[in-house]
């Protein structure tokens, strides 16, 4: 575990040096709350708990993929580096510690602009309604919504920077990400997980237990994929991102391994 911690802190410092993770986020938090206080989208909203849920799903759509944008290219620069997976191998440090502290160091770093400012907004909706409903479920939609879809996107993130050019991982991870969370099924040629369990934007659990508006859960459709709003379902649609991103992550992983060691 201090292993695990020294890592975490290690990489989470030397991704704040790097201008991509911070230059690419703080842009897309302060686009996402000059949205949330100028949209009628998000203002025409009378409950204060369902206006926290409506900003949520703004940043869910830019401000995670913001962080798997910053992070795209986290893998390959530990392929690209002479040397450096050698030297960390040699470290008297678990394989397994090594990995999830590369991962979360960076991640925390990403986050934290956009946490900071969700959770203000939900305190200040909070005290103005003069309730903690809203600050409450700004942290709920915080765990099981942003946290997740941000593990997801930069897991894809690393995922696609370690089979391509980091260039042509993030274009086609905006252009993923979008189909994934904004795209409806009436203006999409192909299946689309939006609306679905499946979808990283996380509309279930932000419908069910933070008030958002109830398009972004079953979106335009109906099916297996889109049922009913339920706690249950809630749960399977956080269940599913994370699984997803856990697949991600490992398949990264086993592509920087066989680049590494030069497998076709």
């Known amino acids: 575990m201090n292993a695990l911690l020294c890592t975490v802190r290690y990489e989470a410092l030397m991704a704040v040096r790097r201008k991509a993770v911070l230059g690419t986020v703080v842009p897309l938090t302060a686009l996402s709350l000059l949205l949330a ?5 998000v203002t025409g909203h009378t409950d204060p708990t369902a206006r926290v849920g409506a900003v949520v799903v703004l940043v869910n759509t ?40 590369a991962s979360l160091g960076p991640l925390l770093t990403a986050l934290t602009p956009v ?10 909706v909070a005290a103005a309604a003069a309730s903690i409903v ?17 593990l997801l996107a930069a897991s894809l993130g690393g995922l696609l920077g370690a089979l391509m050019p980091v260039a042509a991982a993030r274009g086609v991870l905006v252009a993923a ?9 009436s203006l999409s040629p192909v299946p689309t997980p939006t609306g679905t ?52 992550y490992a398949l990264g992983h086993l592509a920087t391994r066989l680049r590494r060691h030069g497998a076709p």
Do not use: K
């Not at 946490?115 to 200040?124: E, S, T």
């Open 197 to 248: 369990v499946f979808s990283p934007l996380g509309g279930y659990p932000l419908v069910a237990w933070a008030h958002a508006p109830e398009v972004w859960a079953r979106r335009e459709s109906t099916g297996f994929a889109r049922p009913e709003v339920t706690d249950t379902t809630a749960l399977l649609n956080l269940a599913l991102v994370l699984a997803l991103a856990l697949a991600c």
């Open 37 to 41: 206080v100028t949209s009628p989208v």
């Open 115 to 124: 946490a900071a400012p969700l959770l203000l907004f939900g305190a200040v």
């Open 134 to 150: 809203p600050l409450v479920a700004t942290l709920a939609a915080l765990v099981t919504a942003v946290l997740p879809a941000a």
């Open 177 to 185: 990400w979008l189909w994934a969370v904004q795209l409806p099924p």
């Open 62 to 101: 830019f401000c995670a993929l913001g962080v798997g944008i910053a992070l795209a290219d986290r893998l390959r620069r530990g392929m690209e580096t002479r040397g450096l997976a050698d030297v960390l191998e040699a470290t008297p440090t678990a394989a397994l510690a090594r990995s999830l502290g």
